[in-house]
């Protein structure tokens, strides 16, 4: 399969938190200017400096804490993540026979949930940056490759549908990770970002920050004795807290070329963004 590498070039900023579920028209969209990149969030010195040790730092904290990493997702959801998974999927169009590329696929989460919705008759290809979260996917219908968003292993339009569960936060260009999944989309495909989004009220968002960025590490602690294991559940909190907005996240699925472009809200916080790859004329 090919496999291009995307450029790198500087860094640009954040902003402020949109509106609830809503369709999003394909007009007036403000395009990036040449040379630029569109990072998730704003650099978090706590963790890394650049975008290079930003990189290093995502791939080591999850081949870390790969063992451990379900125990507490688990822990994190009360058990009810593979549940909410496949509800999203089937509301994004997810149906039997489909071809699904699982992008940021980790220990198979979402891609488990795909493979039982697609059914025999579909395939799935998982993709992500770190091997040692893979291994832990018990996917045996499944094939695993390891590559990063922005530079998909992947044929162009081999994909009815695309997915991606909770990972557009590590991201380093979320424009050029859209245009992958464009490329990799068959004309009418679908696609699917699932994500956490902060809370617009600041009673509820103190109460998810100091849930996320306190009680959760301390119980990772616990429960796994990995200092690593901790480390990551705070920083998934200062992603979260750093995340560009919903709006800008839209324009860019809108800059990419995809069409029927939507956002959907559960319980405040669980954002689905989903859209289509436009058929041809």
């Known amino acids: 399969m090919p496999r291009s590498l995307p450029p790198h070039s500087s860094r640009v900023?954040?902003?402020?938190?949109?509106?609830?579920?809503?369709?999003?028209?394909?007009?007036?969209?403000?395009?990036?200017?040449?040379?630029?990149?569109?990072?998730?969030?704003?650099?978090?010195?706590?963790?890394?400096?650049?975008?290079?040790e930003h990189e290093r730092f995502v791939r080591h904290m999850f081949d870390a804490t790969a063992l451990d990493y379900e125990r507490v997702e688990r822990m994190l959801a009360w058990g009810t993540g593979s549940w909410y998974r496949r509800q999203a999927l089937q509301r994004a169009g997810l149906?039997?026979?489909?071809?699904?590329?699982?992008?940021?696929?980790?220990?198979?989460?979402?891609?488990?949930?795909?493979?039982?919705?697609?059914?025999?008759?579909?395939?799935?290809?998982?993709?992500?940056?770190?091997?040692?979260?893979?291994?832990?996917?018990?996917?045996?219908?499944a094939a695993l490759l390891e590559g990063r968003a922005e530079a998909l292993p992947c044929a162009s339009g081999e994909a009815d549908f695309v997915c991606m569960g909770y990972a557009l936060r590590h991201l380093s260009d979320l424009d050029q990770a859209?245009?992958?999944?464009?490329?990799?989309?068959?004309?009418?495909?679908?696609?699917?970002?699932?994500?956490?989004?902060?809370?617009?009220?600041?009673?509820?968002?103190?109460?998810?920050?100091?849930?996320?960025?306190?009680?959760?590490?301390?119980?990772?602690?616990?429960?796994?004795?990995?200092?690593?294991?901790a480390t990551l559940w705070r920083y998934y909190w200062d992603t979260i807290e750093a995340c560009i907005s919903p709006n800008e996240v839209l324009d860019a699925m809108r800059r990419a070329g995809?069409?029927?472009?939507?956002?959907?809200?559960?319980?405040g916080i669980f954002c689905e963004y989903t859209a289509s790859r436009p058929r041809a004329a």
């Open 258 to 267: 995809f069409s029927d472009v939507k956002r959907h809200m559960e319980l």
């Open 178 to 229: 859209l245009s992958e999944f464009h490329r990799v989309l068959r004309p009418g495909g679908r696609l699917l970002m699932l994500e956490i989004t902060r809370p617009r009220g600041a009673i509820a968002r103190w109460a998810l920050k100091g849930y996320m960025r306190r009680v959760v590490p301390a119980a990772a602690r616990l429960l796994t004795h990995s200092a690593d294991t």
């Open 95 to 141: 149906a039997k026979g489909m071809r699904v590329v699982d992008v940021g696929t980790g220990t198979g989460l979402l891609a488990r949930e795909a493979l039982e919705l697609c059914g025999a008759e579909g395939s799935l290809i998982g993709v992500d940056p770190s091997p040692a979260m893979m291994a832990q996917a018990q996917l045996p219908t």
């Open 13 to 52: 900023g954040a902003a402020s938190d949109g509106g609830d579920n809503a369709r999003v028209q394909n007009d007036h969209v403000k395009p990036r200017a040449p040379g630029t990149i569109l990072p998730p969030h704003a650099p978090l010195p706590r963790y890394y400096s650049n975008e290079e």
